[in-house]
């Protein structure tokens, strides 16, 4: 067991289970919100983590949430799971459940923490206990349902991982072109502020905006093979969206 308290503040207190990226983000997150923290690991002992504290904290793999869940005996404290993708289901012996998922990237602690902290978006749904740890941490929330879960994560998955892979490509394609990369980064960062002004219908330009097929056919032709099913996947829905709803 690690203790990671600092001068806390607040009144609240929380153990969180999961020593791994998310868990030490949140751990120095809530820490320096001035929250007492506890973080616990695979040799720790369980049972008795809902006893003593405010909120527990499942910061494990998905499916490693009932088992985790299930070691632990019913106590005061709200347990929480911060997965996108599940539901309240696993934690169904505790009384006072709920989940906070970060809509954000954590890759590393430090990283992770500041993030947190940042007032960025939280997902949550369940006990009050998940609101709570939102505020603390001066952020945003919305409640996602169990039935809209799985929705809501593929949401989360185009937004950030689909995004990256995406940017991959622009990456490959500006190496082969010979130009910096860094370019056509600024130029997304621009496309990505329009979209959130207005929306992405109405900030959509290009040739699949003019329906300019000569152009998008020359795009074709200098593509390497590999290049061309993410291509065309794109530019056809590049396509649709021009032409509007129920096209």
């Known amino acids: 067991m690690t203790d990671l308290s600092s001068n806390p503040s607040t009144g609240r207190s929380i153990r969180i289970v999961g020593p791994g990226r998310a868990g030490q983000s949140f751990a120095h997150a809530l820490t320096v919100a001035g929250v007492a923290v506890e973080l616990l690991g695979r040799s720790d002992s369980l049972a008795g983590a809902a006893h003593g504290v405010d909120a527990v904290l499942l910061a494990t793999q998905d499916r490693a949430i009932a088992e985790v869940a299930a070691a632990i005996e019913p106590g005061d ?24 998922h970060p809509l954000m990237a954590l890759p590393d602690p430090e990283t992770g923490a500041a993030r947190l ?54 990456e490959r394609l500006a190496e082969q072109a010979g130009v910096p990369k860094q370019a056509f980064f600024d130029l997304a960062r621009g496309s990505l502020d329009d979209v959130a002004a207005t929306s992405a219908a109405a900030a959509l330009t290009g040739p699949a905006a003019r329906d300019d097929q000569a152009v998008l056919d020359a795009h074709r032709a200098a593509l390497a093979p590999e290049e061309r099913a993410l291509y065309n996947a794109l530019a056809a829905a590049a396509a649709d969206l021009a032409r509007g709803p129920g096209s």
């Not at 404290?77 to 906070?100: D, K, M, N, Q, Y």
């Not at 206990?129 to 185009?158: E, I, K, M, P, W």
């Open 117 to 170: 902290a940042s007032g960025g978006w939280f997902a949550v749904s369940g006990d009050r206990a998940a609101d709570d740890l939102v505020d603390v941490l001066g952020g945003q929330s919305f409640v996602v349902a169990d039935a809209n879960r799985a929705l809501y994560h593929a949401a989360a998955t185009v937004a950030a991982n689909h995004l990256v892979a995406l940017l991959g490509q622009v």
């Open 77 to 100: 404290a709200a347990v929480l799971h911060c997965s996108g993708a599940t539901g309240l289901a696993p934690l169904a012996a505790h009384e006072r459940r709920g989940s906070i």
